[in-house]
């Protein structure tokens, strides 16, 4: 997101965040409905996407999907800082898999293998220094964002905003996510208060979530500043937020990059999670006591980059996973600094993860490779059956595998098309893993590999 604008007001009860934000604003520039129609931006995807899963230790098969779909986004010019936004989103299976259901995989296309759904039609508020949002939108905060791994991206349902408290200025109106990640301000703040989603799976809205069927949603605020000192660039962001009768979360991550030279510069980051019961918390599971700490420290010769990543999360016995995280509203994208595509401290805590990552342009530019080699040793491990609660603490049913060593190469190649056609690009993210244990007198083993092959045309 471009550097936004935003009021917020949070109350832990509920936000009356959109009416307050308008009181608060300065008046924006005033335009003729035509002019605003006249600036109406489209802006779209179409693409066609294979993905392949193989688990041998627990589906003892493959399971596959292909589809085609993308989403077209209508955004308003603004009329007194007002503006309209709708987003339409499509998936379609095109049934190559379907002949065998046991090997058919639904998530890119749902389980009917057709997804159409209005995930974004919103009004939205803005001038120089704010920006307020309400209705059907994405979000992009570290606990809540869309996921982008299939045609139909997770969306939310509610109010948002974020507002420029030192710098930075609002452009033109437009449809991009609601976070802070792009904001070019010095200090900027976020709040949303959200009623409901629609996962990547349906094309409904739903009070529901990976963890409950109904809820009362979230609220979630947070907080960035960034400057230089003495050449320095740092960056500091804080995170809260409520899941309703699940966990109240807080989340902290510091970043610094020091340039040595023209084409080299070192950087590094801290991170910190802590998580505790909401409301009743979900005491079917036990209660919810997580915490994650983590560190990253690398360098960049130009446009390519290696860091060394770490994460460790102690052991909470007699609580949810013993230490994992609930996590309602995103996976494992990268928030914490091992995630990679199928596995993540989050979900396998309590333990430790090491690894080294990077990114390699080359062709001119036009090929980048992010490779990521990750260790996992965790104390109470299931070989990646990661979204199975039916045990006690919410593990999978049977008995954890302790100490449990998990080794995994995720990779990225994107290649740019634009040279065929603007827009044009192609990706390919594979990982493979492996989970293992020897000792205590079990022995476990479990190779996993995902792939997910994308071409995309972007307008």
Do not use: C
């Not at 990552?357 to 036009?366: C, E, F, I, N």
């Amino acid at each position: 997101m471009t550097s936004k604008t935003i009021s917020v007001r949070l109350a832990m009860g509920g936000i009356s965040l959109l009416a307050a934000a308008v009181m608060l604003a300065a008046p924006a520039r005033a335009q003729s409905l035509q002019d605003a129609l006249r600036q109406t931006t489209f802006t779209g995807e179409l693409g066609l996407t294979n993905f392949t899963y193989a688990n041998a230790g627990h589906s003892g098969n493959m399971t596959n999907g292909f589809g085609v779909g993308g989403h077209l986004i209508v955004h308003t010019g603004a009329l007194d800082g007002f503006s309209v936004g709708l987003g339409g989103y499509t998936g379609q299976s095109l049934g190559l898999y379907s002949h065998n259901p046991a090997h058919d995989d639904t998530e890119l296309t749902g389980r009917t293998h057709s997804l159409q759904s209005v995930r974004e039609a919103y009004l939205q508020f803005e001038n120089p220094w704010l920006e307020v949002r309400g209705g059907r939108q994405m979000l992009n905060t570290p606990y809540a964002n869309q996921d982008l791994y299939t045609f139909s991206p997770r969306a939310f349902m509610g109010f948002s905003g974020v507002a420029n408290i030192i710098g930075g200025s609002n452009g033109e109106a437009d449809a991009a996510p609601m976070g802070l990640k792009t904001s070019t301000a010095t200090l900027s703040v976020f709040g949303a208060r959200i009623f409901g989603y629609n996962s990547r799976y349906s094309s409904d809205f739903t009070t529901g979530n990976r963890y409950l069927s109904k809820s009362n949603g979230f609220i979630a605020a947070g907080a960035r500043y960034q400057n230089t000192f003495a050449g320095t660039n740092v960056s500091l962001q804080g995170w809260y937020y409520d899941f309703y009768g699940l966990g109240q979360l807080v989340y902290g991550q510091a970043d610094f990059a020091t340039p040595l030279s023209a084409n080299e510069t070192v950087f590094g980051a801290a991170q910190m999670l802590a998580e505790g019961n909401s409301g009743n918390g979900i005491s079917r599971y036990g209660s919810v006591d997580a915490h994650i700490y983590g560190g990253k420290l690398g360098m960049s010769f130009g446009a390519d980059d290696v860091a060394m990543i770490g994460d460790y999360s102690p052991i909470a016995y007699n609580s949810f996973r013993h230490g994992g995280v609930i996590h309602p509203y995103n996976d494992n994208s990268g928030t914490t600094f091992t995630d990679t595509m199928q596995t993540g401290i989050p979900d396998f805590g309590p333990g430790y993860a090491i690894g080294i990552t990077g990114d390699v342009v080359a062709l001119d530019g036009k090929l980048k490779i992010s490779p990521t080699y990750v260790e996992y040793k965790v104390d109470y491990g299931f070989g990646g059956n990661v979204y199975n609660f039916s045990g006690p603490y919410a593990f999978p049913t049977g008995t954890p595998v302790h100490d449990q060593a998990i080794h995994v190469i995720d990779s990225n190649f994107n290649y740019n098309l634009s040279s065929v056609l603007p827009g044009l690009s192609a990706d390919w993210d594979a990982d493979a893993a492996f989970a293992e244990n020897g000792n205590q007198g079990q022995h476990f083993n479990n190779p996993y590999f995902s792939s997910r092959i994308y071409l995309k045309y972007d307008f």
